[in-house]
């Protein structure tokens, strides 16, 4: 995870509000992905990117919110709609392998 | 879509002896398979994967063996240490409506016990 940061390394949510995680990387790589992580699951995809200004939905979307403005940039919005916010958010990267990911340190979301 | 089931959820074993996780999968067109370890609070680290089109790899005491008559492979830990103790994710990919997504099975929590 080198080359892939998440910010913050933990993030309190407050009922009704929409938080922003962060996920940027250097290493160059085209494909940007977003899992989540709950006890004892595997991880889950909720949105991913394979080219600027474009992403597509995983398989639960719901409640979230992209953007990919940059290619080293894919910030996920956990909003108000999403119910229970409370996991381990992951990032991860791919490049010219593409079915090879490399994932990030994960952002901690809590609900106060 | 592709569902991927891992077993043991849980396993143990003394330092030195052998581990062996297995996963099964279901769809015949995923054609890569990566292991990932993940340490408690830390995102997971990719340790081997291997291709449809070869049936055994290895890296000094991890090996990854795929069987894709049967859908299924192994991870396969020699010699094990204390710092192994970890969960390990195996995960199957193949292109699809989802791009290169990876599908996970759900996770073994392997204790390593001096």
């Known amino acids: 995870d080198g080359g892939i940061t998440q910010s913050p390394k933990y993030l309190f949510r407050k009922e009704g509000q929409n938080v922003t995680l962060s996920c940027e990387q250097n290493?160059?790589?085209?494909?940007m992905y977003w899992y989540r992580q709950d006890p004892g699951q595997g991880l889950r995809l909720i949105y991913y990117?394979?080219?600027?200004?474009?992403?597509q939905k995983g398989d639960i979307a719901e409640g979230y919110s992209v953007s990919r403005e940059k290619k080293e940039s894919f910030p996920l919005t956990v909003t108000s709609a999403q119910k229970n916010p409370t996991a381990f958010y992951l990032c991860?990267?791919?490049?010219?392998?593409?079915?090879?990911?490399?994932f990030g340190p994960g952002t901690r979301l809590l609900v106060l | 879509g592709e569902n991927v089931e891992q077993h043991p959820s849980t396993l143990s074993v003394q330092e030195g002896d052998s581990a062996v996780i297995k996963c099964t999968y279901s769809?015949?067109?995923?054609?890569?398979f990566p292991w990932y370890k993940q340490e408690l609070g830390k995102g997971p680290q990719l340790i081997i994967d291997?291709?449809?089109?070869?049936g055994e790899k290895k890296d000094q005491r991890i090996a990854v063996t795929l069987n894709k008559t049967a859908k299924h492979f192994s991870l396969h830990i020699t010699e094990t240490q204390p710092e192994d103790s970890a969960v390990y994710f195996c995960?199957?990919?193949?292109?699809?409506?989802?791009?290169?997504?990876?599908?996970f099975g759900k996770g073994t929590s392997l204790l390593v016990t001096p």
């Open positions: 991860a990267t791919s490049g010219s392998a593409r079915e090879t990911q490399y």
């Open positions: 290493l160059n790589h085209d494909a």
């Open positions: 990117s394979q080219i600027v200004n474009d992403f």
């Open positions: 769809d015949s067109a995923s054609n890569y």
């Open positions: 291997i291709r449809s089109n070869v």
């Open positions: 995960a199957a990919s193949g292109y699809s409506n989802s791009g290169y997504a990876l599908n």
